[in-house]
């Protein structure tokens, strides 16, 4: 399949690699890019071969936002009929299989909203994030006053959603919202390295990890450590249990077969 707004690649044939790609509006985010950049998605996670996806952005942007040039003309009846932007954007909710975002440049409004659905994020050291919308006149409105919080907490939240500000890496990085920070030049590296490893473990396992901890967000203490108890008995009954604790006894590295 080919798109228009954002481009494919694969690494090795496992990371499945997503750029956003409209340069000149900073990656602002509109329905086509959310549409392709679902089908992107869903195709690598039905990919046997792909064991991890990453999405990116340039240098200069992972994204700015929502698109403000299509949103501007859009009355309520529009929105709120058409469900806009939450018709294709809660599609990444959807993969299993893990998704890193690499951020460089700005992450802002619907960019932001958008790393943060991401299953962890690592920065670029000229990261800036931010939720502004509060100053064209709305709100976040794709996860944004939900996803903040319980990344960094109410005060931090409520200090970028009520501002507008923009926070850097460093910033994010210490309130937990990024997991690690790395030189510009370094982003794509670091990431792919991190992205390689979880494709070097069993697809079974990462995806249940990641169902597991996802669960966190979802659910009291009990019921999500009873979620984690069951995810973890069921890996009892795969392939991939037997031959990555008998490599380890046996001192060799595992040859997962996803089973
Ligand atoms: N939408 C449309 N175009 C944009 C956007 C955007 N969000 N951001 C930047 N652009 C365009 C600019 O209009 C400009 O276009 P042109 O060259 O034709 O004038 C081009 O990108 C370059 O931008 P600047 O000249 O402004 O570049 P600067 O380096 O001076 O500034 C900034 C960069 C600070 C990022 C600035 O562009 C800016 O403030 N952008 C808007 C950021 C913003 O308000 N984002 C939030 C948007 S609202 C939102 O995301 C709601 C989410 C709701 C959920 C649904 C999600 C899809």
């Given amino acids: 399949?080919?798109?228009?707004?954002?481009?494919?690649?694969?690494?090795?044939?496992?990371?499945?690699?997503?750029?956003?790609?409209?340069?000149?509006?900073?990656?602002?985010?509109?329905?086509?890019?959310?549409?392709?950049?679902g089908a992107a998605l869903k195709a690598f996670d039905a990919d046997e071969a792909i064991g991890c996806m990453v999405i990116t952005g340039s240098e200069k942007a992972f994204a700015a936002g929502a698109d403000i040039a299509a949103m501007a003309k859009y009355n309520f009846h529009e929105v709120y009929k058409n469900d806009f932007i939450t018709r294709n954007w809660e599609t990444i909710r959807t993969i299993r299989k893990p998704v890193i975002a690499a951020v460089a440049g700005f992450a802002l409004g619907g960019g932001c909203e958008l790393a943060m659905m991401c299953d962890f994020i690592i920065a670029a050291d000229n990261a800036k994030f931010g939720q502004p919308e509060i100053k064209i006149g709305i709100i976040p409105g794709a996860g944004g006053t939900q996803r903040l919080p319980r990344a960094m907490g109410k005060s931090k939240a409520m200090d970028l959603v009520l501002t507008g500000r923009m926070m850097d890496a460093q910033e994010a990085e210490r309130g937990g919202l990024v997991s690690r920070v790395v030189p510009l030049d370094k982003l794509m590296d670091e990431t792919l390295g991190a992205a390689l490893m979880i494709c070097g473990y069993g697809q079974l396992a990462t995806m249940a990890a990641k169902e597991s901890v996802n669960r966190a967000f979802e659910s009291g203490l009990s019921d999500g450590v009873m979620f984690e108890r069951r995810m973890f008995h069921g890996l009892f009954a795969t392939a991939d249990q037997k031959e990555g604790m008998d490599a380890f006894l046996n001192k060799r590295a595992p040859n997962f077969v996803n089973g």
């Fill in 1 to 37: 399949m080919s798109y228009e707004t954002i481009e494919v690649r694969t690494e090795g044939g496992k990371v499945g690699i997503i750029t956003l790609n409209r340069p000149k509006a900073l990656n602002a985010l509109n329905s086509q890019l959310m549409d392709e950049l």
